[in-house]
């Protein structure tokens, strides 16, 4: 069956970097455009970033543009964000998905001084 597990959420401080991993198994990830979404309490959950199954496309929302990097390694199955200068706006729960529509888990982000 198709899982995906999210890892790398945590506190950190405003301008600081964090690198959030979705591993994934039970499909050809290689196949499968890759989404990461965030959820912030009282929110509606909202996609920041995509990536085509090459890793050539790649596609972020304007609040996160310069500042979230969407990659993968598909020799791994693991799906990556890079978040650098990091906002107290960005504290939410982390969700990859995929193109087969399954969701992982989620990781918790907390910016805080």
């Known amino acids: 069956q198709v899982q995906l597990v999210e890892s790398g959420g945590g506190l950190v401080q405003p301008g600081g970097s964090l690198r959030l991993s979705c591993a994934a198994s039970?499909?050809?990830?290689?196949?499968?455009?890759m989404y990461w979404y965030r959820q912030a309490p009282g929110n509606e959950r909202e996609l920041v970033a995509t990536?085509?199954?090459?890793?050539?496309?790649?596609n972020y929302a304007d609040s996160v543009k310069g500042r979230f990097t969407i990659s993968r390694d598909n020799t791994k199955s693991i799906l990556f964000l890079q978040i650098n200068n990091i906002k107290p706006d960005d504290t939410a729960v982390y969700y990859c998905?995929?193109?087969?529509?399954?969701w992982g888990q989620g990781t918790q982000v907390t910016v805080s001084s």
């Open positions: 998905k995929s193109a087969t529509n399954h």
């Open positions: 990536i085509g199954p090459t890793g050539r496309f790649t």
């Open positions: 039970g499909f050809t990830f290689s196949s499968y455009v």
